[in-house]
T-cell receptor, first 115, second 113 residues
């Protein structure tokens, strides 16, 4: 079955450490997204990518970085500059950015906590 | 700008009760509308969608009708089950928001046996 795989499910970060969250999709989707979800709140867009080697900042990109070297993969690095990284991180994909009638598909998320 | 407003939760119902979760939106043009569901500890799943006025999306007994005249997309189910307990998100995309999904804050639904 096609889908989105996020790993790990739980991740712990020490102060001053960078950590990378993995996101892989086998849906052959062009567009991929990273969201942050805080308790009791909706989703906020961190970064998105329309095609390989291209990505754009979302609403809360500070303290995060991404890469898109392969169509299937869109890893997110939470850097030490992100002072409040504890959250639930969700990766999503869609057919492409322009086809707004098609939904985004989500992975099961990674929960990041500070040690 | 575009926005989505959902009724605040939690919404607590008994099993077999009728469910309505209100969602209203502000948008220019003709957005597409979505309901997503998030079960505890999981990612989001698309529940249903509607892409033009008067469309009715339906799935797993849930329904929502795209009402442009009232800018609403209320989620309904005739008889809820304990397994429906989750957080429900209303979202829109299209028009001036282009690709970006605009999210409501989510409504937590608790169904008691």
């Amino acid at each position: 079955d096609g889908g989105i795989t996020q790993s790990p499910k739980y991740l712990f970060r020490k102060e001053g450490q960078n950590v990378t969250l993995s996101c892989e999709q086998n849906l052959n989707h062009d567009a991929m997204y990273w969201y942050r979800q805080d308790p009791g709140q909706g989703l906020r867009l961190i970064y998105y990518s329309q095609i390989v080697n291209d990505f754009q900042k979302g609403d809360i990109a500070e303290g995060y970085s991404v890469s898109r070297e392969k169509k299937e993969s869109f890893p997110l690095t939470v850097t030490s500059a992100q002072k409040n990284p504890t959250a639930f991180y969700l990766c999503a994909s869609s057919i492409d950015l322009d086809n707004v009638k098609e939904p985004q598909h989500f992975g099961d998320g990674t929960r990041l906590s500070i040690l | 700008g575009n926005s989505v407003t959902q009724m605040e939760g939690p919404v607590t119902l008994s099993e077999e009760a009728f469910l309505t979760i209100n969602c209203t939106y502000t948008a220019t043009g003709y957005p597409s509308l979505f309901w997503y569901v998030q079960y505890p500890g999981e990612g989001l799943q698309l529940l249903l969608k509607a892409t033009k006025a008067d469309d009715k999306g339906s799935n797993k007994g849930f329904e929502a009708t795209y009402r442009k005249e009232t800018t609403s997309f209320h989620l309904e189910k005739g008889s809820v089950q304990v397994s429906d307990s989750a957080v429900y998100f209303c979202a829109l995309t299209g028009s001036s928001s282009n690709y970006q999904l605009i999210w409501g804050a989510g409504t937590k639904l608790i169904i008691k046996p």
